[in-house]
């Protein structure tokens, strides 16, 4: 996808603070945290929203699952974080390219605005 900013971060044409990068997934800081952790996880192919999904992505899915895991413990947030993903822009998503947050490092309220 072109114009998607999340596929440039992926291509390197768009600088971005890696903090986790495989063959299909990259996962950086967001350029605006809503944390003191916020990170954001991210497949490399171009998947709009959860919507799009298909059979050969829930693969990727579950890793990113684990990749989440991972930064979770290599940054140390085992005291507690959450996991969004916006779905939509009702839902507050402004990037169409598929990703899951990270927040962590404050305390977070429910339900959520
Ligand atoms: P959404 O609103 O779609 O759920 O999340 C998109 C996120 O991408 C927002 O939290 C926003 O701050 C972040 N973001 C937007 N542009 C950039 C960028 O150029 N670099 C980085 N690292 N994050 C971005
Ligand atoms: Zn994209």
Known sequence: M?????????????????????????????????????ILVVPKKHIEDLTKIEKDDVRVMGRIMEVIKDIAKEKHLESGFRVVV????????????????????????????
């Open 2 to 38: 072109r114009d998607c900013l999340f596929c440039k971060i992926v291509k390197k044409e768009i600088k971005a603070d890696i903090v986790y990068e495989d063959d299909e997934i990259i996962g950086f800081n967001d350029i605006n945290p809503q944390a003191p952790v916020h």
């Open 86 to 113: 916006n779905t939509k822009e009702s839902a507050g998503q402004s990037v169409f390219h598929l990703h899951f947050h990270i927040l962590s490092q404050r305390r977070f309220h429910w339900p959520p605005g």
